[in-house]
């Protein structure tokens, strides 16, 4: 079983989560548990690129927050356990541009910002352990 360290695991994660699909890649190598990093945006990374990193199965890509169910249905997760009289105007939210920033304006007048920020890095710690799971890769704790 190869091993991908979780911090490693977790920066991808994130730098692919930043941008619009497609825009930012990382992929794990099969063979070695590295992880490379692309982007449409900038070719300067310091590392090498594998040729094949697209096309070979030897790399496996990272999924994003929405292809983990971490986005607006986190989101809407969240407002449903604590805020449930806020649901729809969250859901509203999320059906026009800046949803994230008015989400989070609501959270910090309602005092639970915070709690957002942590019930959020739990839900993808759990979901990229259990991606990895899924995909054969050991977490090493970093």
Not at 22 to 41: E, I, K
Not at 53 to 66: C, G, M, Q, V, W
Not at 110 to 129: H, P, Q
């Amino acid at each position: 079983m190869i091993a991908v360290k979780l911090d490693d695991l977790s920066m991808a994660f994130d730098f692919v989560s930043s941008a619009a699909p497609l825009d930012h890649n990382a992929y794990v190598s099969l063979d070695t548990g590295q992880v490379y990093w692309t982007s449409d945006f900038n070719d300067a990374f310091d590392e090498e690129i594998p040729d094949d990193l697209e096309t070979s199965d030897r790399y496996l890509a990272i999924p994003d927050k929405n292809e983990l169910g971490l986005g607006r249905k986190l989101a809407l997760q969240f407002v449903a356990q604590k805020l449930p009289e806020c649901y729809d105007q969250v859901e509203g939210f999320f059906r026009r541009q800046g949803a994230y920033a008015h989400f989070k304006y609501l959270l910090e007048r309602k005092g639970i910002l915070e709690l957002w920020y942590s019930f959020e890095a739990d839900s993808v710690e759990r979901a990229l352990r259990q991606w990895c799971a899924e995909n054969g890769l050991e977490i090493l704790e970093s």
